[in-house]
């Protein structure tokens, strides 16, 4: 079974100040990791994933298989930056290709 | 339209009435989901479309769920004799095919039951 764990719901940090919003995963064979976003009154959207290695308004996230992880990092944090933002899972092949698998959310909120 | 679209909004219906959900995906979409996605929860699937046939219908919650899709377009999610516990933002998402094809989301329809 896979499963995706963001043991922060809520998660606040000051205007400037480094921000990690961390994630584990549980899948057993080569998953694809995500990160959507979803600020007030928007739709979800995706924000970057690990095959791409790139970086989305500052924001990065390095798949680390040994730790299973895929931690969202940001060195200075905007107020702009303040949202809902969950970490998916999608496995790689089989007949539910593309299904995701989200964790519970964590909310950013960056304070002036 | 550019994305993909969902209707109604918002829907209030009374307990064990029936409602119905619709999605439009992107065009050229050929892979549709459904997500629920309750107060305080993170997002569950419910059912995957590939073209016009649901090869994983694992989420869906109980046999009041069905949803159909035609034309390898638009989508129809149906929840029959509605339950308070069914009060939930359904949302649908639509993505091409293809390794690390990104995956595109609605607005969701916020479904309330009383």
């Known amino acids: 079974a896979q499963r995706v764990t963001q043991p922060e719901k809520l998660l606040s940090v000051f205007k400037g100040a480094p921000v990690e919003l961390k994630c584990n995963y549980s899948?057993?064979?080569?998953?694809?990791l995500f990160w959507y976003v979803q600020y007030s009154r928007q739709r979800l959207q995706l924000l970057l994933r690990?095959?791409s290695r790139e970086s989305i308004k500052g924001f990065t996230a390095d798949l680390n298989k040994g730790e299973t992880s895929f931690h969202l990092k940001k060195p200075f944090a905007q107020e702009e930056d303040s949202a809902m933002y969950y970490c998916a899972l999608s496995g790689s092949g089989g007949t539910s290709y593309g299904k995701l698998t989200f964790g519970q959310g964590t909310i950013l909120t960056v304070h002036p | 339209g550019a994305g993909v679209s969902q209707s109604p909004s918002n829907k209030v219906t009374e307990k064990g009435k029936d409602v119905e959900l619709r999605c439009d995906p992107i065009s050229g979409h050929t892979a549709l989901y459904w997500y629920r996605q309750r107060l305080g929860q993170g997002l569950e699937f419910l059912i995957y479309?590939?073209?016009?046939?649901?090869?994983?219908k694992s989420g869906l919650p109980s046999d009041r769920f069905s949803a159909e899709r035609t034309g390898e377009s638009v989508s129809t999610l149906t929840i029959q004799r509605t339950q308070q516990e069914d009060s939930a933002v359904y949302l649908c998402?639509?993505?091409?095919?293809?390794?690390?094809?990104?995956?595109?989301f609605g607005q969701g329809t916020r479904l309330t039951v009383v």
């Open positions: 479309f590939q073209g016009n046939s649901a090869p994983d």
């Open positions: 998402a639509s993505s091409l095919v293809g390794l690390g094809s990104p995956t595109f």
């Open positions: 690990h095959i």
């Open positions: 899948y057993s064979g080569s998953p694809e």
